[in-house]
């Protein structure tokens, strides 16, 4: 965090000085800089009161996400287009670039939040495909509701991943992350 770390060179202390003066570790000062980790708990009290800042000063600002970042959020996103060729494929894909990168925490949540949307679309989409042969026999329709419900679907995950492929490119993470949790 860059505050932490602004702070730790006004004051002309290492990383070591700040763990010694405020009875954390040096790993933890570390991660907290290096935005691995956002303090809670017993560490964020005692940053607050050593630095003199609040707890609200320590909460993730969405306009410090970086271009880089944003760029592997997009990606993870994006690789689930892969269900169009590959079955499970929205799955598989953003998985792997998730493990990937989820050292970062903002990607780590995003991502979290790209995969659960992915693992409950597939098990939406296989459920209605499951039960629409049994819904065509009962009320007797002569088109294919499997092939219906597959199209629809499909369009719909890709019209969504196509949505929030726009609010990360935004800046509008947090409206991604609530939408997930939504659906």
């Known amino acids: 965090m860059q505050r932490i770390k602004d702070f730790r060179e006004q004051n002309g ?13 040096l790993r933890t000062i570390q991660r907290i800089e290096s935005g691995q980790t956002i303090p809670k708990g017993h560490t964020l009290q005692v940053l607050s009161e050593f630095i003199g800042l609040s707890h609200a000063d320590f909460k993730s600002n969405p306009s410090q996400v970086s271009d ?14 892969a269900v169009i060729v590959i079955p499970f494929g929205n799955i598989i894909f953003p998985f792997i670039l998730w493990r990937k990168y989820h050292k ?22 296989s459920l209605l495909l499951i039960i629409s042969p049994f ?18 679907g499909y369009c719909f995950n890709i019209l969504m991943i196509f949505k929030f492929s726009r609010w990360i490119s935004n800046g509008i993470l947090n409206r991604l992350k609530v939408t997930y949790q939504l659906l």
Do not use: M, P, R, Y
């Open 135 to 152: 819904i065509q026999n009962s009320i007797q329709l002569s088109f294919s509701l499997i092939i219906v419900i597959l199209i629809l």
């Open 68 to 81: 880089e970042q944003i760029d592997h959020i997009k990606l993870i996103n994006l690789s689930a287009l």
């Open 13 to 25: 202390l290492t990383q070591t000085d700040l763990a010694d003066k405020t009875g954390l570790s």
């Open 104 to 125: 970062d925490q903002i990607i780590n949540e995003a991502g979290k939040s790209i995969l659960n949307f992915q693992i409950i679309w597939t098990l939406v989409l």
